[in-house]
């Protein structure tokens, strides 16, 4: 089953793996391509170096993923909650007993460093076990109306649901995606980043060995044209996308022509606001975690540090002096804690906002590992940048570049923290309590973190404000969002008619 590329990753290093079982999966199995003539290039972020080929699905294929799926969900939506959870919790075991295997895999094709890959991994199982407890209580209401007539209503499955991930978060965001589809009792059809293909296919091995029905979740590889036949696709009732602003509104347009539900996940400019009254320590901990977690390729990045005026020369000291210390190189080493960008256009994008202008405090450039098999890697150094009046303090730059701005009162920063199209993610820094939850309260964001940022557990809904979209991933609210209720009147005397 899901052994089969796992198996190589114990001995496996950077530069060493090439793959070339087929990444589609429906029916039960993995499935080659029908044509290999429009194959893209998967490169390893570390080196540079192909590491497999990525196939496009064509409409025949869609339909046939599809297909499997809507077979796989007349069978899954008649099971007992308890009876899905079962069978859910067992997937959970086997994500937990490979881990290592699993975030390795995750760790070459993304360029994370294998530290950050396996909480990702550790983040998936509980994503699982979480729904899977949520499955047996999926419940309606009871309703009793005069004359003896009653009411209730019933909390059902919308079909087959089409999930859309992004590349920097391959495992956790195709689990996110699927545990709660599953768990209220939908098949998943999912499309992983092109950049990123590797990994989805690997849990769609483990929900079959778990004993889910052959088709329940599918795994279709393709870019713009194959996510267009997925949203267009009659039986396709909801789909749920992580990605760009452009590509989200897509998306909706697509889905809306046959009134799919849409949940969408965007981009971000999130700020975080430091005040003098901080734990200057603290602050400066979150602000790298704010920014330098998978290379800044994190949409919920605080990339605009706030920094209340009369402590900024200390926290630039601080927080520079550690940038300059991230050890960045090999993914795959435990001392590292910073890897390579996802690909080449990522990189010279990022490296081409820092280059328009802006004050570099430090870092910015390209990086060259010392580690020869490296040469070809996309890398660059953490970078800290001390302006206001720039492009990368307005757009979203997606690498580890940090902007930090300072700040008099509190009245200014929080209308500058909100002067943008983005609302996904805020936070801030005080000691003074009632500040802490006035700020929280006025951020237009979908989350505010207080003394500490990148905090997402499974069980707190996740999602943004504005043009950061809309719907929920995460805890208990996103049941609602992979259901629909259906309410069943029913009259225990006679009608009384006007006719």
């Not at 965001?173 to 768990?183: E, Q």
């Not at 749920?240 to 897509?250: C, L």
């Not at 098999?373 to 953490?382: A, E």
Request: net charge neutral.
């Amino acid at each position: 089953m899901a052994q089969s590329t796992l198996d190589s990753m114990p001995g496996a290093s950077t530069g060493t793996v090439v793959i070339t079982e087929p990444l589609n999966f429906w029916g039960g199995k993995r499935v080659k391509p029908r044509e290999e003539k429009n194959a893209e290039p998967v490169f390893e972020p570390a080196t540079g170096r192909v590491l497999c080929q990525m196939v496009p699905c064509g409409a025949e294929e869609v339909d046939e993923a599809i297909q499997s799926a809507y077979a796989a969900y007349q069978k899954w939506s008649k099971m007992a909650g308890m009876e899905r959870a079962r069978v859910m919790l067992e997937a959970a075991r086997i994500i937990r007993e490979r881990r290592e295997k699993i975030a390795k895999l995750e760790a070459i094709n993304n360029g994370k460093t294998i530290t950050e890959a396996l909480v990702n991994i550790d983040i998936s199982w509980k994503s699982i076990e979480y729904y899977a407890g949520l499955a047996g209580t999926l419940a309606g209401q009871h309703i009793q109306l005069p004359g003896g007539a009653f009411a209730y209503s019933r909390r059902e499955p919308l079909g087959v649901c089409v999930g859309i991930g992004a590349w920097n978060f391959p495992f956790v965001i195709a689990t996110m995606k699927s545990a709660p589809a599953l768990a209220c009792g939908n098949a998943i059809v999912y499309k992983p980043s092109p950049m990123a293909p590797v990994t989805a296919v690997i849990l769609a091995e483990i929900y079959k060995e778990a004993g889910v029905p052959d088709g329940l979740f599918c795994v279709v590889q393709g870019g713009a044209e194959t996510g267009s036949l997925l949203c267009h696709h009659p039986k396709v009732a909801k789909v749920s996308f992580t990605g760009s602003v452009p590509t989200g509104k897509k998306v909706m347009e697509m889905s809306a022509k046959s009134v799919k539900q849409v949940t969408l996940e965007l981009g971000g400019k999130s700020p975080l606001i430091i005040f003098k009254d901080c734990e200057l320590e603290n602050a400066v901990k979150g602000a790298l975690m704010a920014n330098f977690l998978t290379q800044g390729q994190v949409c919920c990045n605080g990339t605009r540090v706030f920094v209340q005026r009369e402590i900024m020369p200390q926290f630039l000291e601080e927080v520079v002096k550690r940038t300059k210390a991230i050890p960045v190189g090999d993914p795959l080493l435990g001392s590292t804690r910073m890897g390579p960008l996802i690909s080449k256009p990522q990189l010279e994008k990022v490296l081409g906002f820092v280059s328009q202008g802006a004050r570099v405090l430090c870092g910015g450039d390209p990086f060259v590992p010392s580690d020869p098999k490296l040469k070809g890697g996309y890398f660059m150094s953490p970078c800290v940048l001390g302006t206001d009046d720039m492009t990368c303090v307005k757009e979203e730059i997606f690498g580890p570049v940090m902007s930090v701005l300072p700040f008099d009162t509190e009245e200014e920063v929080i209308q500058r923290a909100n002067n943008t199209t983005f609302g996904l993610a805020s936070g801030v820094f005080t000691r003074d309590i009632s500040r802490a939850h006035r700020v929280a309260a006025s951020m237009e964001a979908g989350t505010c973190f207080i003394n500490n940022y990148n905090i997402n557990p499974i069980e707190l809904p996740f999602g943004g404000y504005k043009m950061s979209g809309f719907g929920r991933e995460n805890g208990q609210v996103t049941i609602e969002y992979y259901s629909q209720l259906k309410t069943v009147v029913v009259e225990m005397g006679d009608v009384e008619s006007l006719f």
